[in-house]
């Protein structure tokens, strides 16, 4: 399994952006498919999309497709998910995750809480 | 409303068997052996406990097992332990449009 750093907590606004950093300490991005999932408060797991680095290849839930873009950046070994239009019910912790060839997630971040508040 | 169905709540005594069931359609479960399942304590971060349907990681108790019939996927957990209470989610891959559905989860109580 790889340890995954996420970036820190963030307060939005409604209608602005966020973006969501996820490093693999110890590893490469080429090595890995990463997913994004997110967690409403009190709620259950939601998959949001995922890239796979060496191919250049995002798949997005549809819930979401045209607001999220995940992104992958070899430079500085760290993958992206941003997230435009931000509202009330965006709030969650975002988790980035490795996923396995069966669609399963392994290795999970500590989670990023984003918070859309006015 | 969560695309996968699972009971919101089951209970068991310390040493007894449960279990879990998650209920999809032919477009997800039915269609696909790429059911997995979590274990999440509050607070906490999922972790994978049965992929595949029926696999282990590494490291996961041989007390979890997980199996398929139809449209319904199942995990069991046997010789019930207190550290095992926690919320349980099972998820499916649902083809190229969809991708991945989630159930609502589980909150699992040891007596």
């Known amino acids: 399994q790889v340890q995954l750093v996420q970036s820190g907590a963030e307060v939005k606004t409604p209608g602005s952006s966020v973006r969501v950093s996820c490093r693999p300490s110890?590893?490469?991005?080429?090595?890995?498919?990463f997913s994004w999932l997110r967690q409403a408060p009190g709620q259950g797991l939601e998959w949001v999309g995922d890239?796979?680095?060496?191919?250049?290849?995002?798949n997005y839930a549809q819930s979401l497709q045209g607001r999220v873009t995940i992104t992958a950046d070899e430079s500085t070994t760290t993958a992206y998910m941003e997230l435009s239009g931000l509202r009330f019910d965006d709030t969650a912790v975002y988790y980035c995750?490795?996923?396995?060839?069966?669609?399963?997630?392994?290795?999970w971040g500590l989670g990023t809480l984003v918070t859309v508040a006015s | 409303q969560s695309a996968l169905t699972q009971p919101a709540s089951v209970s068991g005594s310390p040493g007894q068997s449960i279990t879990i069931s998650c209920t999809g359609t032919?477009?997800?479960?039915?269609?696909?052996?790429?059911v997995s399942w979590y274990q999440q304590y509050p607070g906490k971060v999922p972790k994978l406990m049965i992929y595949?349907?029926?696999k282990r990681p590494s490291g996961v108790s041989n007390r979890f097992s997980g199996s398929k019939s139809g449209n319904t996927a199942s995990l069991t957990i046997s010789g019930l332990q207190a550290e095992d209470e926690a919320d349980y989610y099972c998820?499916?891959?649902?083809?190229?449009?969809?991708?991945?559905?989630f159930g609502g989860g589980t909150k699992l109580t040891v007596l």
């Open positions: 995750a490795t996923e396995r060839n069966s669609w399963s997630f392994d290795s």
């Open positions: 110890g590893g490469t991005l080429s090595t890995y498919t």
């Open positions: 890239i796979i680095p060496v191919l250049g290849l995002s």
């Open positions: 032919n477009n997800d479960v039915g269609s696909y052996n790429l």
């Open positions: 595949e349907v029926t």
């Open positions: 998820c499916s891959y649902a083809g190229t449009s969809t991708f991945v559905v």
